[in-house]
Structures are given as structure tokens and as C-alpha cells.
């Protein structure tokens, strides 16, 4: 890969990981569905009025923006809102490869091979041990919103693997359309007119500026520069990258927030990184090593 477009694929992983500490300012100003529902307003409009729409039954895209884009980022925001700190977020949301490995399995057939077994059974392993941390650095139920965020990107994950090729931009911004009304109508029913109402009064320039990263470097910039590369290198030379995903989100967010991890979950977190490795690399290895052997 040039370096070009080696610094283009960095650039994404580091805006994606930046993401999560952004979450966390705009929360500061804005209740959780309402900062949903802005987000994807913000996203829908006016970018739909240039991008193409995908060539999808309406139901397949309601599909997509009800699981990716409203039932992953509702429990994701609603997360770290109690409590999940955006390093750890960043990692656990990680989880989707693995939900997405199972629920392939359950819905589509698709078999489990021995190195994505492996790789689930260790990453389940860390996500027990953060687990296991309890409520002295990360709120359990935190921990758990954050897994069903994950579940919901893994739906979506699978959803989209009917589509077959198809313009990711154009994908994410006409899936952006279906959540700003369910968004809203949690925000009332949850949050109340009264905290909408203080929210939008005292609105101040860090939300403003949290919602326009969140919209349009995290979501159309990133999907964009990941949608060039993907058309251009195969899946398995890009996809590999997402694993600095976490690694920036935890270095930034020690930085920023000074979120410090337990020993408990830097060991967590290792086997959470360790399973994805081989989840992504294991059947290349086992299949190099039966060439060597063979």
C-alpha cells in the first residue's frame, strides 16, 4: 500500500478513535437521544440532496438505519452517558466482530471456522474479565448497553452482507434518514421537554462543535476515505486497521480524560485485541502453516 493512501487509512482510524472522546463532550451538553437525533439530522441534511441513493428496497434500509445507525449508536450513547469511559467504549464496541461471526452463523448459514472459534472464545474470555471488574471502575450496566451497541452494529453487519457491492457513503446517509424521529421520540419520552428545552437553550460551542465532528468527520469524512479504500485494496488488506481503533481511543482518552484502566482490564483488553488479531489473521496463519507442513 503507497503511503498515501497508508496515511489515508491512519487518518480514518484516527478520527474513528477520536470519536469516542467526542461522545463523550457533546454528553456534557446534550442528553443521550436527543445528541442522537441531531447527529443523524445533521448527517441526512444536506448531504442526501448530493449523494445518490443506494439501490435498495425501502425495507432493507430501514433494516440498516435501524440497527447501525439508531439501535447502535442509542445504547452507545446512552452507555457512556452512565458511566463508560470512551477508552473502553472504543474497545468493547470491538465485540461486533464477534456478534457478527455468530449471528452470520444463526441467520445466514455462514460457518464458524476453528480460528474465528479461537479468536471468539478468547475476546469473550477479556470481556468477562472487564466484566468481572464490576462497578469499581466501569458501571456494569454501562458495560452491558455498551455489548448490546455492539450487537446492534453486528445486525447491521449482517444486513448489509444482502446488499452485496454498494456505495457505503450513499448507504450511511439515506440510512441516516430512518433514526432522527425514533431519536426524538426517545428524547421526549426519556428525557423529557423540559431537559430538550434547557439542552437547546444553554447549548454551547463545545456541543455545537462535538455534533458537527460526530456528523460530518466521524461519519461522512470517515465513511468516505474508508468507502475509497475499500473500493480500491481488498477487505482483508484495510480491515485489519480497525484494531488501532481502541488503541487510539484508550491512549487519547488517557490523555484527555485521564482514564486510567484497572489491571483487571488491561488483561481484558489484551485478550479482546488478541481475539480479534485472530479472528482476522488466524485462518491466513493456519492455512500457511498447513502449506509448510503439507
Known sequence: MPIRDLLLVL????????????????????PPMLLGGLRFCLVAFPAMLFVKRPQLP??????????????QFAFLFEAMAHGM??????????????????????????P??????????????????????????????ALLLTLCAAAMWALGNV????????????????????PPIPFFG??????????????????????????IYLAYAATLIGYSLWSNLLSRYPAGKVAPFSLLIPVVGISSSAIVFDERLSELQWIGSFLVMTGLAVNLFGRNLLHQLRSRLG
Open 11 to 30: 487518518t480514518t482510524i484516527v478520527i474513528w478513535g477520536l470519536n469516542f472522546l467526542v461522545i463523550k463532550l457533546g454528553l456534557d451538553g446534550l
Open 58 to 71: 425501502v425495507r432493507w434500509l430501514l433494516a440498516y438505519g435501524a440497527t447501525i445507525s439508531l439501535g
Open 85 to 110: 469511559p470512551p477508552g473502553m467504549a472504543s474497545l468493547v464496541l470491538q465485540a461486533q466482530a464477534l456478534f457478527t461471526l455468530i449471528f452470520a452463523a444463526v441467520f445466514i448459514g455462514e
Open 112 to 141: 464458524i471456522r476453528l480460528a474465528s472459534l479461537l479468536g471468539l472464545l478468547v475476546a469473550a474470555s477479556g470481556l468477562l474479565l472487564i466484566g468481572l471488574d464490576g462497578e469499581r471502575v466501569t458501571p456494569l450496566m
Open 159 to 178: 444486513i448489509t452482507r444482502r446488499f452485496g457491492k454498494i456505495n457505503l457513503v450513499g448507504l450511511v446517509v439515506w440510512g441516516a434518514l430512518i
Open 186 to 211: 426517545l428524547s421526549l419520552w426519556l428525557e423529557g421537554t423540559d431537559r430538550i428545552q434547557m439542552s437547546l437553550r444553554s447549548l454551547d460551542l463545545q456541543s455545537v462543535l462535538s455534533l
